[in-house]
């Protein structure tokens, strides 16, 4: 059977904000994922969840964070499980599976943390829980400007400095090259890089 993530989170200081500004957006980042209300699904107003690729699962959260950061004071908790579906639905939230067992203990552990993983496999988690708490250091201070550039440079790590200026509207490589060294994307990247790597491995060895 096929081992998905499943995140489970909530729009933090959404009442602060008009929906009229951040919905459009957070519909906007789920419709890349894929469709609703099978995929994923908002209910009770500022929560969600979401399937997708295991592998994909970090990246994803990330882009949706820095997404939603755009608009201060708006952030995100989130809770990744992984693990499989044994029933899906047409509906995401009436689908289960031990994937979403996972994503919703993880979500009701979540405290001050606001990005948190739980999987099949513990030296993996303990692993994870660490390097996350670390990332959510940085991750948490993103400024508007952090997350606008940051979420660029996820979304098409190809693009250099030029590029992402140009896209921003900005002149020259300099402040780019800061914005992205203040918002962590080495230490982000490597983050990536390697929990893509840890979940092609304990994926394989567990089937």
């Keep these: ?5 499943v995140v489970t989170g909530d729009i933090v200081n959404s009442q602060k904000v008009s929906g009229k500004l ?5 519909k906007a980042e789920l419709n890349n994922i894929g469709v609703s209300p099978k995929d994923w699904q908002i209910y009770r107003g ?13 990246l994803i959260s990330w882009l949706l964070k820095a997404a939603l950061k755009n608009i201060p004071p708006l952030d995100v908790r989130m809770a990744i499980g992984i693990g499989t579906i044994e029933h899906r639905t047409s ?3 009436e689908s289960s599976g031990s994937a979403f067992v996972h994503s919703g203990h993880c979500f009701d552990l979540l405290k001050k943390q606001r990005l948190s993983i739980q999987t099949p ?8 829980q660490i390097m996350l708490a670390l990332a959510n250091t940085l991750t948490d201070k993103w400024t ?5 550039t940051i979420y660029i440079k996820l979304k098409n790590p190809e693009l250099n400095q030029q590029k992402i200026a140009t896209l921003l509207n900005k002149k020259g490589q300099g402040n780019i090259s800061e914005t992205l060294k203040r918002g962590g994307i080495d230490e982000l990247t490597s983050l990536l890089n ?14």
């Excluded at 951040?22 to 957070?26: G, N, V």
């Design 144 to 148: 508007e400007k952090s997350a606008e």
């Design 194 to 207: 390697y929990y893509q790597h840890q979940i092609d491995h304990y994926v394989r060895i567990s089937s």
């Design 1 to 5: 059977m096929e081992i998905l993530a």
């Design 91 to 93: 509906k995401v939230t």
């Design 46 to 58: 500022d929560s969600f969840q979401f399937v997708c690729s295991a592998k994909e699962a970090l």
């Design 22 to 26: 951040w919905l459009p957006i957070l």
């Design 121 to 128: 496999w513990q030296e993996f988690n303990e692993a994870m």
